[in-house]
Structure formats: C-alpha cells, structure tokens
C-alpha cells in the first residue's frame, strides 16, 4: 500500500477561479478526512466521511466549499470563487473504524491564490 | 466538544538533552490521543498514540507519552534530543463514534541547538 495519496501537491490559481483536490486513501480505510492548515497552526477539520457518506462538516466551512466521496474510495474537495484566505495547505487523511490503526495523512495539497 | 491545549508555541534545547512537549485535552469520556510531528512542506508522521492500556506508551524515534488522566494531560518526551528532531509537533484527540474526527492543537515548534 502506497499510503494517502493527495494530487496536485502544489497548486495556484487566480481569485475567483474554481479548484478540485483529489485524495486517494489507503485502500482498506473507509474513513476519510479533510483538514487545512494555514502557517504556524495546528490542521482544522474540514469535513468526513466513512464509505461514501458525510457523517460531519465543521460549521466552518463555507458553502463555497465542497466534498465528495462517490464510490467510497477517493475523494474530492472543491473550492468555488477562490479568495485570498483560502490559501492554506490541504491535507487528507484515511482510518479504519474504529480508529485503532491511528489516522494516516497524506503529503497535502497547497493551494496558493493570488 | 473536544479541544487541545499546547501551552508552547517554540521550545529551544540543547542536543543531547531531555525533551517535554506539554498538551492538555478536554473530552468527557476516554480520549483517543495521538503526537504528530511535521517537518516543513511536509505532511504529518504519526510519533505514537492511546487508545487504552498502559498509560506509558512508546512511540518511533525514541518518543514516549503518558497519559495522565487525573491531569487531562498527553505529554510527551525524549530523554536524548538529536538535531534532526528540530520540527513542529502536534498533539491531537479524537473521542466519540469510534473515533471520529481528529482535533488537534496549535504545535509546538523544536529548535535544537548544537
């Protein structure tokens, strides 16, 4: 098993623009988590999932942002209308249930918008 | 709601001193509890974790953590710190739903010096 895999790992794009991220976790997890982090913070929970279900979304995320796991394997977060705050480092992770294993991220996704 | 408390943003040592890294949780129940280092640009590598058991538990990279529940602390130490430790470190809890989502704190920066 190759780990979490989180593709494009760096990307920049203008205000206003749309952007889509892709997490592919580790096969035999079937939770999925969505976390950013700006610099010098600790990662904010986002959104998760088990199999293809959203079972919770921080009531931070606003509605420009949007997560989706159709199959219950990969993953895709998309930012509508980019803003200059949405600059941060994304960053996925995967997990059995229960969550013995411990949660295995991925290298992250940083988005710059300028 | 479950949170994290790292007292210290930056600790400086020495190499070959002794580290501890201070975090204090709130959760009703039993925590999952977990360290997280991260190097810069990097994603997070999981140092160790409590589910249950043995209050000591011993991690990679000659790291250990004791879970102190009378204190709702998760500390963690290394009796040698070696310069290639220098990275910021992350404690995090997850509680309900077997699991759930991880919440973590703001870390704590290590600086070694020579």
């Known amino acids: 098993d190759t780990g979490v895999s989180q593709d494009p790992r760096h990307k920049i794009t203008k205000r206003g623009q749309n952007v889509t991220f892709r997490c592919d976790p580790i096969?035999?997890?079937?939770?999925l988590y969505w976390y950013r982090q700006t610099l010098g913070q600790g990662p904010e929970f986002l959104t998760y999932?088990?199999?293809?279900?959203?079972?919770?979304k921080s009531r931070l995320l606003s509605d420009r942002f949007s997560a989706e796991r159709p199959k219950g394997s990969f993953s895709t977060l998309e930012i509508q209308r980019t803003e200059q705050g949405d600059s941060a480092m994304y960053l996925c992770?995967?997990?059995?249930?229960?969550?013995?294993?411990?949660?295995?991220f991925g290298s992250g996704t940083r988005l710059t918008v300028v | 709601a479950q949170s994290v408390t790292q007292p210290d943003i930056h600790i400086t040592v020495s190499e070959g001193a002794s580290l501890e890294l201070r975090c204090n949780y709130s959760?009703?129940?039993?925590?999952?509890l977990f360290w997280y280092v991260q190097s810069p640009g990097q994603g997070l590598q999981l140092l160790l974790k409590?589910?249950?058991?043995?209050?000591l538990v011993q991690g990679i990279k000659g790291f250990e953590a004791e879970f102190k529940r009378s204190q709702s602390s998760f500390n963690l130490r290394k009796p040698s710190v070696h310069w290639s430790d220098a990275a910021e470190y992350f404690c995090?809890?997850?509680?309900?739903?077997?699991?759930?989502?991880?919440?973590f704190g703001q870390g704590t920066e290590l600086s070694v010096k020579p």
């Open positions: 992770a995967s997990s059995l249930v229960p969550a013995g294993g411990g949660y295995t």
């Open positions: 096969s035999e997890h079937n939770r």
């Open positions: 999932f088990q199999n293809e279900a959203q079972l919770e």
């Open positions: 959760y009703g129940a039993t925590p999952y």
């Open positions: 409590y589910f249950s058991g043995d209050t």
């Open positions: 995090a809890v997850a509680g309900g739903n077997q699991g759930g989502k991880l919440i």
